[in-house]
C-alpha cells in the first residue's frame, strides 16, 4: 500500500483533498523499528507525531518501583505521540515496538502547520483523544475492582472488539503480547496470567496457540467481568 492510501485511511487525515494529501505526504518521513525498541521514552522531549504503519507497539508507565503497566496496544493506522505536540510538555509514556514496526512520522512544525490550515484534523484528533481517555478511565475503573479472572476477561474482550478477526471457531486475537506483558497489561502476575488462561481454556472459553488465541464462547468470558 502507498502511504497516500494508507494516510487516506488514518481517519484524522481522511477529509484531507488529494491535492493536499499529496503534498503533506513531502513532510512525511519513515522508519522501521526492530522487535522490543523504544520509540521514545516517557520525559522525552516531544517533537513528532507517529502514524504506525505495521506492526504493533505498547503504550507503558513504570511506577517508581520500575513496575511496568501497559496502558494501550497499537496497531496500523493507529497513531500516538500527538500529546506532546499538543501541549508542549515532555513525553507521558514510553512507546517500544511489540515487533518489527514501521511508522510515518510527522515533525512538529510540519504538523502545526496542517492544523492551522486544516482546523478539522485537529477536532478529529481531540474527538480521538477523548476516546481513548474514557476508555482508558474505564479500564482504570474495572481494573481496580475484578478480581484476577475479571481482569484477565477485560484485557482479552478490549482486545478482541478492537482488533479481533471472527471466523467459523470464534473471535482470533493475535496477540504481540508476551506473557508477562499480558500480565502488566491486567495488573496481575505472570503466574496468574498462564493460570487463568489454562482454566479459561479448559472451561472452553478460548483456545491458546503461543500468542493466538481463539474465544470460543464470548459469554463465559463476560461473566467474569461482572
Known amino acids: 500500500m502507498t502511504n497516500k492510501l494508507f494516510l487516506r485511511r488514518v481517519q484524522i487525515f481522511s477529509e484531507l483533498p488529494d491535492h493536499d494529501l499529496a503534498r503533506f505526504l513531502g513532510i512525511v518521513s519513515e522508519r522501521t523499528y526492530k522487535e522490543d525498541e523504544v520509540v521514545f521514552h516517557a520525559d522525552d522531549t516531544g517533537h513528532s507525531l507517529f502514524i504506525l504503519k505495521s506492526g504493533s507497539v505498547k503504550i ?8 511496568e503497566d501497559i496502558l494501550k496496544i497499537m496497531y496500523p493506522f493507529d497513531f500516538f505521540g500527538e ?10 509514556a514510553t512507546v517500544t515496538a511489540l515487533e518489527k514496526s514501521t511508522a510515518l512520522i510527522i515533525k512538529r512544525e510540519h504538523f502545526v502547520d496542517l492544523i492551522k490550515k486544516y482546523p478539522q484534523i485537529a477536532l478529529n484528533m481531540l474527538a480521538m483523544l477523548s476516546r481513548r481517555m474514557r476508555k482508558t478511565d474505564e479500564k482504570i475503573g474495572s481494573l481496580r475492582f475484578a478480581n484476577a479472572y475479571g481482569k484477565v476477561a477485560k484485557v482479552l474482550m478490549d482486545i478482541s472488539a478492537e482488533h479481533g478477526i471472527r ?8 496477540l504481540k503480547l508476551s506473557r508477562q506483558e499480558l500480565a502488566d497489561f491486567a495488573g496481575v502476575s505472570r503466574e496468574t496470567v498462564t493460570r487463568i488462561l489454562k ?28
Open 60 to 67: 507503558s508507565i513504570c511506577d517508581r518501583k520500575g513496575n
Open 83 to 92: 500529546m506532546s505536540l499538543l501541549d508542549g510538555q515532555h513525553r507521558s
Open 167 to 174: 471466523d467459523k471457531n470464534g473471535v482470533v486475537v493475535n
Open 199 to 226: 482454566e479459561f481454556e479448559s472451561y472452553g472459553s478460548l483456545k491458546v496457540d503461543k500468542r493466538k488465541i481463539t474465544i470460543l464462547n464470548e459469554a463465559i468470558l463476560r461473566r467474569e467481568l461482572i
